[in-house]
């Protein structure tokens, strides 16, 4: 009898096959993590969106339900003088959101749209839109 030293070429290939057909059924599920996390950013800024305007709004309101802007930590929101929700600007919802690290603002659009850093939007998008007091998530195309 031989002493066997190793394994031999086609338990090697065994091993090689099944590693593979292990890959193969759990890459898919991984590489969806990505657009998870996209999704996932998308409502943690709505969520800031939504809780900047409802401050705004409650600041507007404790100080009289008049004028056209409030101060939040120290920083002057312009605020629509009817309702109190920050207005459609950089000097309003951008101004109350004070920062939207990670995320790219195009205050030109109506709505306003807060987008993934990174991300190019395409059919669908990927964004957080915002006018005058509502909020909403877009997240079919993350």
């Given at each position: ?87 459609n600007s ?14 790219t603002a ?6 306003i749209t ?29």
């Amino acid at each position: 009898m031989r002493n066997q030293n190793g394994f031999t070429l086609i338990e090697l290939i065994v091993v090689i096959v099944i590693l593979g057909i292990l890959a193969a059924t759990a890459l898919p599920r991984f590489s969806n993590l990505t657009n998870d996390a996209r999704r996932g950013s998308v409502q943690g800024m709505l969520g800031g969106v939504r809780s900047a305007a409802a401050l705004a709004k409650a600041s507007w309101l404790v100080g009289g339900s008049s004028g056209t802007s409030v101060t939040m930590d120290g920083v002057n929101v312009t605020v629509s003088g009817t309702t109190g929700y920050p207005a459609n600007s950089a000097a309003g919802i951008g101004n109350a959101m004070q920062s939207i690290d990670g995320f790219t603002a195009d205050y030109a659009a109506t709505p306003i749209t807060f987008t993934p850093n990174g991300y190019t939007p395409g059919v669908g998008g990927c964004r957080v839109e915002y006018n005058v007091g509502a909020a909403s998530a877009i997240t079919g195309g993350c």
